[in-house]
């Protein structure tokens, strides 16, 4: 495959793709925006999260798209529904009823055209209280922090610099256990994209990069626990835990978020 197309690694291990190939990224993340869009409609109290999760799906089969996470490493569902203290990979329930004030991260992964688009934002059923609010605006803000830094010539620990100085400053922690990765025609590649680090620190950013950035930000403690159904992390402390994912990909000048909602629902405000 090498040789046929400009597609190569570089010398962090770190693929640079092609400028054609920013449009399969497109389409992908768009597609993934487009489900978190339509399914915030459905998330009110009262409703089961495998039910979000059976919404997604048929969308993602009505398009003809394909689910990344059904059947990786035997996930069965859709999407990841985290509520609360859940920090990611919550798995979805029949038996997981939403409760007015809960704040849930949706996450979906899709495959079209063999590209991935990875993109999860943060929800409320009913009213959010005063104290959820503020770390979901903390936490998308330091998305969107990070992603400012993503351009030619910065380094991958600038982006986890400014996410990490932004939270801790704001008395929150970052989830040090869970990382964004590099993707594209993979779901999971190089490299680990941490949400801490130190400036001009770790690989230098090149055009053609295609990453996930999707910091997890807690109200207490950074550290994590799996439970028992091998999946689902929660927050040692059972403090309130938000997430973010936008796919980027690098550019000349900057980046470009794949996965911008197309309604601009990508913040839990656009309600109000
Ligand atoms: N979408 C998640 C991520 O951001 C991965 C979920 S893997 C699953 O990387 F199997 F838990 F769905
Ligand atoms: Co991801
Ligand atoms: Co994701």
Known sequence: ME???NRRLNKDGIRIHDP???AGMRKAGQLAAEILDMIADHVVPGVATAELDKIAHDH?????????TIGYRGYQHATCISVNHVVCHGIPSPKKLLREGDILNIDVTVVVDGWYGDTSRMFAA????????????ITHDALMLGIEQVKPGNTFGD???????YAEGERCSVVRDFCGHGLGRVFHSAPNVLHYGRWGAGPKLEPGMFFTIEPMINLGRPETKVLADDWTAVTRD?????QFEHSVGVTETGCEIF????AGRFHPTWKS
Request: aromatic share 2%; no cysteine.
């Open 3 to 5: 040789g046929q197309t």
């Open 259 to 262: 996965t911008l909602s197309p």
């Open 159 to 165: 982006i986890g610099a400014a996410i990490q100085k």
């Open 126 to 137: 009913g009213t959010l209280n005063r104290k959820a609010e503020r770390l979901v605006n």
């Open 238 to 242: 059972k403090s309130l835990s938000a």
């Open 20 to 22: 054609a190939d920013f």
């Open 60 to 68: 993602i089969e009505a398009v003809g798209a394909t689910s990344a």
